[in-house]
């Protein structure tokens, strides 16, 4: 067990640590938020820039995800709690587990899916990241694409419909 002492000091630089991330991703949160107010019509006109734009949008939120995961790990070696449940409870929200059904002790299978992400599309399907996410580029508004805010989910079974009329991909 770690001393009281070494506690109090891993607790000073988790702290550091938190309130340097925070402050970072907001700060670049509201970056890309003023430039795409200001750049609407470019978006609009400039397919690579809205992409660019969503894997910007993307990437912040993994990174926070990710942060908010590793934070939430470490609270819970450190005191024993799970401060995303606890909140999770105290305001009546469902529980999902990034990256799969942990918390319900099961996964579902991707055939079972409704939606897909991209790599369990690219998985289920066969077909390479980069390759789907060009489909989704040049289909933005396909029946099969469902937009989860800049991210991209494949509902399967349309998608399945879509690449059956296919010959070549």
């Excluded at 309130?19 to 690579?48: F, G, N, P, V």
């Excluded at 024993?80 to 009546?92: L, S």
């Excluded at 060009?134 to 494949?154: C, G, S």
Aim: aromatic share 8%; net charge neutral; proline share 2%.
């Amino acid at each position: 067990m770690i001393n009281t002492r070494a506690r109090q000091q891993l607790n000073t630089i988790i702290d550091s640590i938190q309130q340097a991330e925070i402050k970072e991703l907001e700060q670049q949160r509201k970056r890309l938020a003023a430039y795409m107010d200001s750049h609407k019509a470019d978006m609009e006109e400039d397919t690579d820039i809205a992409t660019a734009i969503r894997d910007l949008n993307n990437y912040l939120s993994d990174r926070a995800e990710a942060y908010i995961t590793t934070m939430n790990r470490i609270g819970k070696l450190l005191t024993g709690r799970d401060a995303v449940a606890e909140f999770i409870d105290a305001n009546g929200l469902p529980y999902v587990e990034c990256g799969g059904c942990e918390k319900a002790g099961k996964n579902v299978p991707l055939w079972q899916k409704y939606t897909l992400s991209i790599d369990e599309a690219a998985a289920y399907f066969r077909i390479g990241v980069n390759k789907l996410r060009k489909i989704i580029e040049e289909n933005p508004d396909a029946d099969f694409v469902l937009w989860n805010r800049t991210r991209a989910q494949i509902k399967r079974k349309k998608f399945e419909e879509y690449i059956d009329k296919l010959n070549v991909i």
